[in-house]
């Protein structure tokens, strides 16, 4: 591309004495982003008992929290992060959208403050790389300034039309970019889709059985048809997975809004598992519990791909196993499942002892 940086410069620091890019982003485990208001002392107060219960826990600056609320929101973050020990569990920040009169004060005091706890920051609506671009040079001179030994990584959330069509060139932006997420809501308001609905399905949004014949073999339109509902996301959500696989990020489902509606949020959450998200959005105590459920391999699926892995050895070839082939490609699909299984077994002693009983029954 003309006027694009070299490839040897990509991972050299944008400022000086700041730290060297990574190389790799990092697979940690981050079934459930479960969201907090940092301005609320009910929510604060229940952060330390958190830890270790959800994967990543994310200070909220953004939608969701007044305008005469932001100051307290930042200020509480900073005091909560400072004040807690995070272990196993991830610290990420959704920032001010990037047109905000916040953002600015966002970044310049967070990362001096509590640099050194944040793992990732959240940037909304970004519309294409020269907005990763703005965040990556900043954070670049504030880390050398508070001369932070590691990078602060960044995590982009798709709810624009044209940050959808720049999917794959905002997640190649910088050795930064840790991962995507989908915001449904507001992108369906960008797109002028007809839902009100916070991600999920839509009852209009189907296809329908096709009439049956009768016995001249006239199709009877008017007789009663199966309807089954479809999903307005695929599009957007395999999307998003392909650019963020070939720039070896993470993709993440967002957040689905209906909380009481456990069965169609557990829905959701599998389609974008099994489209290949490594996990999704937390607004509510339960989410997270069926975020770590359907994000979490499941037995059956990890011995499966145990044995697979056993019997196909060095990876060539193939093998029949319980009447079905399996070669190379079925091995790399299961390698993929084992190697989640052992680093959610490693802070999950519940599903640890799941996955190691397994080993011995398998």
Known sequence: MSGSRSAKDFFRPLAVGAPAPLTEIPARPSRAIHFFDPSNPKMAAKIPDMVGKVDVLLGNLEDAI?????????????????????????????????????????????????????????????????????????LAQLEAKAGLGRPILIHAILETARGVANVEEICAASPRMQGLSLGPADLAADRRMKTTRVGGGHPGYLVRQDPPKNELGVADINATR?????????????????????????????????????????????????????????????????????????VEDVAHARRVAAAMGDGTGAVMLDGKMEDDASLKQCLVMVELAEQLAAIDPELKAQYDAIEVGA
């Open 66 to 138: 007044k305008a005469d609320n932001k100051t307290a929101a930042r200020e509480g973050l900073v005091t909560i992060a400072q004040e807690t020990d995070f272990g196993p569990t991830q610290l990420w920040t959704r920032i001010n959208s990037l047109d905000s009169p916040w953002v600015l004060d966002d970044l310049t005091t967070l990362v001096p403050a509590i640099g050194d706890k944040l793992d990732v920051i959240m940037v909304p609506k970004v519309q294409g790389a020269e907005d990763i671009h703005y965040v990556d040079r900043l």
């Open 226 to 298: 199966t309807t089954y509902q479809q999903d307005l996301w695929h599009y957007t959500i395999a999307r998003m997975v392909d650019a963020c696989a070939m720039n070896g990020i993470y993709p993440y489902y967002g957040p689905f809004g209906d909380i009481a509606d456990e069965v169609a949020c557990e829905d959701q959450f599998r389609n974008a598992f099994l489209l290949g998200c490594v996990g999704t959005w937390s607004l509510h105590p339960k989410q997270i519990a069926i975020a770590n459920r359907v994000f979490s391999p499941s």
